[in-house]
Structure formats: structure tokens, C-alpha cells
């Protein structure tokens, strides 16, 4: 059995591979990729006639593009040496990623809340993701270049301190952590900014299915129905409805024994296509209403199509990946998510569907949340960087070898000042990407949809 001594050791040795420093000289790569083209690759196995929408909202603003460009960024993370440090990466975790929702027992927690792109691998890919998020939007709201070079240092900051905690502690200890909401009002020092934590979590707490069912349907010849509001939601045919069954038998099997039981009370009553996100608009997206008890008991699935990793073509495939990853996107989502989330959605579940595309399912809204980037102050979303990065910390502790980074990190502040730096950089380069994106739609090379 490896000793922790020996843990913190390789993770020590993982510098002569790349050093701490070596993460803040980032240029951009001679082949870099033409950021518009590889939207474009994306979107040859996407919804045609909604990747204008898709484009209009990448377009709107750097950090909107940012988190689009998932697939951008991971080639160029790609293009430089890693660290070899293994651990389950959101492969997306951009600032608005990490957010509130509803534990199984009712708890409001806080935690990563995307997994479209989770993957294995190097972990300072996720962590450079989050602090060029946090530099981005720090532009976007004016902030002049040593805030944002500080913003970006809180979420790299926060996530290394979270670690070298982490190692110290014990495997169920690591496991059983979690971030309730009620212990991060005590964090938030400006009475103003407070309000807003406690009006967005109270606001969370009505993000139901509730609150979904009375938003999102209408009477229609004696029955509920979900609204019609074309392009964002489409009812489907009678013909794709007849299909769902099939898909959802398919899903409910997925499930725990005691999930299915829960299941089996409600019955089906309508689905429709539905437009969510930034970077996910195009996939399709399918949103199931059932109904319990009664019409005033409903339940707002989402079917929410699964392809692969913008990471896969970039990291090479172990035995495991071979067999849970590549197989079934939907099931390689629903993994990455039960293994980094601290609770877990009980109706997280996989399916197939037309034309052998991969799904995963969830609740639509249980109490989901996520912060109000865009009205915070410099010292406000300092805060809200910690957090994340504190977060990302624990979900990278219960996949990966958390001694193993601690070691790598040390005890100084190297690797984070290093990733601060990245963050500029990365942030000065994605300016540029979406000035190329804005370039393209006003060419004609591109259509793009804005305000929707």
C-alpha cells in the first residue's frame, strides 16, 4: 500500500514533468485551431436550425463566448505539457457551472452543477477553466486589470488552500463533505451584497416542479400541455411522443430499485423540445411533464442529449473510460456527476434515443440556482471565486489523489500566482476569439440569432 508520504512525493515529482510556474506562460500555438471553425465542427452533428441561437448568444459578450467555447479551450490546454495528475474533470467549469440545488433530504447545497463535458484527466485543466472564467467576467464588468488579475488569484487561491485541507483528512471525511448554503451567508461581509444571496436562495427554493409546471404549461381541449414558444419550445409530434415511451422505459432502468418505485407513481402527460444554455444549444433537449397524485403534483423531467467530451480527443482512454465513457455519453455523464457532486439528483439516469443518440435524465428545476455574476462587486466575486475554486477542490479530492496534488501545489503560492497569470493571458486570447466570432457573423460566414 503507497504511504502518504509517498503520495505527496509523486505529486512532488509531477513538477519535473511541469514545473509550478510553467502554468502562467501560456501563448497561444502556432496551428492553434481557428476558434470558428471548431464551433462550426460542433455543430455539424447539432440542430441546424438552432445554432444561430447558439452563435447570437456566444456573440453577446467575451465571457457569453467563453462559455460556449468549451471545445476551444480544451485544444488549447492540449497544446501545452500536463501534469499528469488525474482526477474527474467537469471539463467545463466556468463560473456560472457552480450553483445551489436540492439534495436528496431537501438540503440546499452548493456545488459544480454541468457535467456535459466531465471527463478524466489532468486536474489543472478544470482549475484554469475556472480562473479564466473569473478574469473574463471581471472584464466584462469593468474591473481594471489588478482586480481582475485578483479575482482570478482567489479562485486558484481558494481551490489550492481547499486541497492541501483536504489531504490532511480521511477518505469518508473527503467523501461525506459537502457545502451547505447556510454556511455561506456568514461569508458575505457587505450587507448589500448579502440581500442578494439571501434573495437568490430563496429564490432557488421556489425553482421547482412546481413552479416549472405553472410556467411552462397551459389548458389545451380539457388537458395540460406544455406551452408552445417556438424556437425555445416545440411540442413534439404525435409520432415523437409515441417514440418517448420507449426512451423513457429505457431511462427508468437506469435508476435504483427504490427511484423506480417513486417513478412508477407518476404517469406520463406531455414532452416538448426545449433550447437550454449557452454551449449546449443545438443538442437536443427534450423536457418530460408527469403527473402524481393529481394535476397539482407534477413532475419536469429533462432529457438532455449526451455526445462526447470536448476533452476526449484530447486525453488518452483507459480501460475504465473504454467502459463507461465511451460507450454511452449519458452514462459517462451521470457517472462524472455521481462521482464529484457531494449529493446527487435521485432521478440521474441515462437512456438512448432516436437514431442511437445518447441522453442522460434529471429533474428540469429542484431548486436549482446559480449566482448573478454580472451584479457583483470586485470584492464580491473575489469571494465568489474562493468558493468555487474551495468547491472544485472537493470534487477533485474525491476522484483523484488529493495527496498526489497537494504535494505538486507545496506550500507556497507558486501554482496559483502561475494560474493567475494564465488567466490574463487566456482572457486577453478569448477577447480576440469572440471579436473573430463577431467578425464571422458580420461576414455572413456564420447566422447568428441575437436576443434569444
Known sequence: MTTPAERRRRGRAARERVSRSAHGRWIAAADRPDP???????????????????????????????????????????????????????GDAHLLNFGVYASPERALLFDVNDFDETYPG???????????????????????????????????????????R?????????????????????LVRDPKQRKRVEAGLAQARRRTSLQAFEKLTEEREGRRRIISEPPLI????????????????????TLAEDRRVLLDRYTFVDAAIKVVGVGSVGTRCFIVLLEGRD??????????????????????????????????????????????????????GWTTGPAGRHFYGRQLRDMKGSAEV?????????AYADLCGRTLARAHARTGDRLAIAGYLGTADSFAEAIADFAVRYADR???????????????RITATRGV
Open 234 to 253: 416545440e411540442p413534439l409530434k404525435k409520432t415523437e411522443l409515441r417514440g418517448i415511451g420507449k426512451v423513457f422505459s429505457d431511462y427508468r432502468a
Open 166 to 186: 483536504l489531504a490532511d483528512m480521511g477518505e469518508l471525511d473527503v467523501w461525506y463533505a459537502r457545502i451547505r448554503t447556510e454556511d455561506l451567508l456568514p
Open 122 to 164: 489532468p486536474f489543472e485543466w478544470d482549475v484554469k477553466r475556472l480562473a479564466a472564467s473569473v478574469a473574463v467576467a471581471a472584464r466584462d464588468r469593468g474591473q481594471d486589470e489588478d482586480r481582475v488579475r485578483r479575482a482570478a488569484l482567489s479562485a486558484a487561491h481558494g481551490y489550492s488552500t481547499a486541497i492541501r
Open 36 to 90: 470558428v471553425a471548431v464551433l462550426e465542427r460542433q455543430g455539424e452533428d447539432r440542430v441546424a436550425r438552432l445554432l444561430p441561437i447558439r452563435y447570437g448568444r456566444m456573440a453577446d459578450t467575451p465571457f457569453t463566448f467563453l462559455r460556449g467555447a468549451a471545445a476551444v479551450m480544451a485544444a488549447d490546454l492540449a497544446a501545452v505539457p500536463d501534469t499528469g495528475l488525474t482526477v474527474q474533470l467537469c
Open 295 to 348: 394535476a397539482r403534483d407534477p413532475l419536469f423531467l429533462q432529457l438532455k442529449e449526451a455526445g462526447r467530451s470536448v476533452l476526449e480527443d484530447h486525453l488518452p482512454v483507459t480501460r475504465v473510460d473504454a467502459e463507461v465513457a465511451a460507450h454511452h455519453g449519458g452514462r459517462r455523464v451521470v457517472t462524472g456527476q455521481h462521482l464529484m457532486q457531494a449529493a446527487s439528483d435521485i432521478f440521474l
Open 374 to 382: 454580472a451584479r457583483m462587486t470586485p470584492s464580491g466575486l473575489r
Open 430 to 444: 478569448t477577447v480576440l476569439d469572440h471579436a473573430e466570432l463577431v467578425a464571422a457573423i458580420e461576414a455572413g
